[in-house]
């Protein structure tokens, strides 16, 4: 076992002092590097750099070649499961993800299987393997699965949706179908994420991009009971250390409190909540991770750094907070902007841990 350089992305997350603010960024091997287009060319097409560990873990590290981040993230999609489930992902230009099955009935969900990660999935778990053998112990890595009810958005839609038309059709008509499926999603996340952290993964977030479109009690029901199943489900402690568990619900932020009481290790928000304001509400239960409007990339450096000063006054002293953006860096984000981001980061954040 390669003893850990840097760990104030954990020391945070399980809130133990730190000597500044850690930061990494939602997506941030993508594709507003050119050095990850470039290895996107070379290797085909996405699933390809994903299916591939030596890609995978060349694109996991483009970011960390730039920019003083404190943690590596895997390289993969949610999607791998509801492709392991033979639904057929696949990728158009300027389109998003797509698949050649859709589940749309009672015998769609009972012809799903629970996803065996040892078997469908070892493309990732040998992915998460390269990546901590080059990483050699410089920061963490993240390891993460999209939530039951947003892996199901997109397996009813057939792809990405905006009114999920399709998806609350069955959760407001056939009740028992939907948590059918959520209940074989939750079984297999959780042999996903554990295979995961077996194989190295030294954290875990679940992506919950689209908790957000619920109401307050269908948000109860559908999507944040699963994720509390899996939080009870996975291996906690690995390597002699704790695994923190993420949980990121976009759109969220009147549910806090509730995300809170699963027992996970800390919360993911969005920008539209006021992270002081989440911080007084969830006490130290557990650490907030956020929350930059990821479009703030676009304004010039001084103002990207006057917001990063605003988050940090706001959170206020002490440890319990990973800087990053509210959702993931987009396409057309300027590296060097990203890389004003992540140093306003650096070195505004001192003050707050003395
Ligand atoms: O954060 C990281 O750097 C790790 C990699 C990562 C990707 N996807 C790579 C990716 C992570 C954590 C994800 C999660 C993911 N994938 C989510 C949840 C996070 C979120 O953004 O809320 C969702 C909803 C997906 C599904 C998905 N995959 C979408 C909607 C898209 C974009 C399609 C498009 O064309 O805009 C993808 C593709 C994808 N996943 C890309 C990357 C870098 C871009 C693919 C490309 O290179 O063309």
Not at 49 to 55: E, S
Not at 123 to 132: E, G, L, M, Q
Not at 248 to 268: I, R, V
Request: proline fraction near 5%.
């Amino acid at each position: 076992m390669t003893e850990l350089k840097n760990d104030r992305f954990l020391k945070a997350l399980l809130r133990e002092p730190v000597d500044r603010t850690p930061i990494w960024m939602m997506r941030q091997a993508g594709r507003y590097l050119p050095e990850y287009r470039a290895s996107r060319a070379t290797a085909g097409s996405f699933m390809d750099l994903c299916m591939n560990a030596d890609f995978a873990c060349e694109v996991t590290m483009q970011p960390l070649e730039r920019y003083p981040l404190d943690a590596a993230i895997l390289f993969s999609d949610i999607l791998t499961i509801p492709d392991a489930m033979d639904l057929g992902l696949y990728f158009e230009t300027g389109e998003g993800p797509k698949f050649k099955k859709v589940v749309r009935t009672e015998a769609d969900v009972e012809a799903l299987p629970v996803v065996n990660t040892a078997r469908d999935l070892s493309y990732v778990t040998k992915a998460v393997s390269t990546i901590r053998r080059e990483l050699n112990g410089r920061v963490p890595l993240i390891g993460f699965s999209g939530s039951p009810w947003t892996l199901a958005t997109y397996m009813v839609e057939g792809g990405s949706s905006k009114d999920f038309r399709h998806v609350k059709a069955m959760m407001y008509g056939q009740p028992e179908v939907m948590h059918q499926m959520l209940h074989k999603l939750a079984l297999s996340v959780i042999d996903y994420l554990n295979g995961q952290i077996k194989a190295g993964a030294q954290a875990v977030q679940i992506f919950d991009t689209w908790g957000g479109v619920l109401s307050h009690s269908a948000y109860q029901e559908f999507s944040l009971k699963y994720m509390q199943q899996i939080v009870d489900g996975l291996i906690r402690e690995h390597e002699g250390r704790r695994v923190p568990v993420i949980l990121f619900t976009k759109g969220a932020g009147q549910w806090l409190e509730s995300m809170a009481n699963t027992g996970c290790d800390a919360l993911g928000i969005d920008w539209t909540t006021d992270i002081g304001g989440a911080r007084s509400r969830v006490g130290d239960k557990v650490a907030l991770q956020g929350n930059m409007d990821p479009s703030v990339l676009y304004a010039k450096p001084e103002r990207i750094r006057e917001e990063v000063g605003n988050i940090l006054a706001s959170y206020g002293k002490g440890t319990g907070q990973i800087f990053n953006l509210g959702h993931g860096i987009h396409q057309f984000a300027d590296p060097e902007h990203a890389k004003a981001f992540i140093e306003a980061v650096v070195e505004l954040s001192p003050q707050y841990h003395k």
